[in-house]
Every structure is written in structure tokens, then in C-alpha cells.
């Protein structure tokens, strides 16, 4: 009697078979997302901010320098504590040259054309950075920046009333005062030496920041009047 072999079921679960996969799978890929477009602003349509360096590290966190086509804002950022820290440095310096014969709480030397006047503003920075760039061969903005590090303060001298008498002491100043200070006093050389002067302001004021990036006390008055407040200062410690 012939025996007959039967497979068991569990045999015939175990093998597997491969199934060919089409074409059409094998070669189907997922669809690659499309990268936003960032466009890349320069400053006046100019000079190229982003590769601008900060050297000071106590400045770096409070000066701007975000690509940005025009620097005004117009006031979009005026109703926020620490406003400062959204503005360009270069709408910075235009809005302290349109005050730039205020000192002392008072104003020294009469700048009542130069006030209110933000396109006209707008126009003499974009000819100083220019004038800066033809004489330099550099990008403007890093010279403003260096001459900005070089005029910044380090301690002033603060007033308080002991008793029936005035004191006098000497403090260190606050990141975001410095950088104050130092786009006040350029903008006050500037205008000192272009008033009742045939050098006109442009020059004046490329010729200021200049100075204060090759750290020119002779020529800078922005510099002597910073090594002014830090002796009162140190006198005063």
C-alpha cells in the first residue's frame, strides 16, 4: 500500500514568496517641499549688512543690523519697552541728526532746519555712506559700526544729592546708553564743523565717522569728547 506524503499547512505559512512590486511603486518618490524664497534686502538697494561684524560683544545684542531696505520704521516700534532694540543702527543715526545742536538739555547751536525732516535726513546718510564707500573701498556700514565701537563709552559721571550738597560719582554705563552716546557725539561733531562752515554736512560727517574708525582724537571730535567724560569719570571714582 502506497503511503502517501501530505504537507502540513504550517509548512506551506512559513515559505514566503516574494511578489514583484511594479514599476510604477519602485519608482514613485515623494515630492520634494518647495524652499521659501527669502529675498536679500540691501540697504539703500547698496551695501550688504549681514556680513557686518560687531567685535564688541557688549554691543552686539543691542546694534541692528537686520537687512533691511529703507532704515525708518516711522515709529511702528515706539509704544514698546526697549524699542531701540528693533531699529536699524543706520535710523539710529538719522534720527540724532535731526537734533544735532542739542546739548546740556539745551541747544548749543540752533538746529531748527534739521528737525522734522526724515526724508531729507534719509538722503544726506545715504551720501555720507557713499562718500565713505568712494574713499574706503569698504562697506560703510562696518566703518559706522567701528567708529560707533570706538566712540562708545565706558563709565560717565552721575549726580545725586547727599545731605544739602551735590555728589558726584562715576558709573558704568549701560550697553544700549553707550551706543546712545556714541551716534550723539558724531552727530554733534559733524554738525559743529559744518556750522557757519563752507564744508557742507556730508562731508563733515564722513569725515567725523572716519576719524572715529581710525581712532583719530586730533581730527575727531566725537573722540575728545569721549576721553572728556571718562577722565571726569575716573577723577570722580
Known sequence: MEEKLIESPAASVSETVDIPLSDEKEKEVKPKKKQKYVPKFLLFGKWDTSSVEVKDRGLAVYMNLEPVLIPRNYGRHAGKQFHKLDMSIVERLMNKMMIPGHKSKKHVLSSGAAGGKSERTMRLTRQVLAK????????????????????????EITAYQMGGIMVRKAVVTSPQRRIDWALRLIAQAAFQK?????????????????ACYNKDVQNSNAMRERERIEREAEGAR
Not at 559744518?194 to 572716519?210: P, W
Open 132 to 155: 565713505i564707500e568712494q574713499q574706503t573701498k569698504q562697506n560703510p556700514v562696518q566703518i559706522l559700526v567701528t567708529a560707533i565701537e570706538n566712540v562708545a563709552l565706558l563709565e
Open 194 to 210: 559744518s556750522f557757519n562752515n563752507k564744508k557742507n554736512i556730508v562731508d563733515a560727517m564722513a569725515a567725523e565717522i572716519l
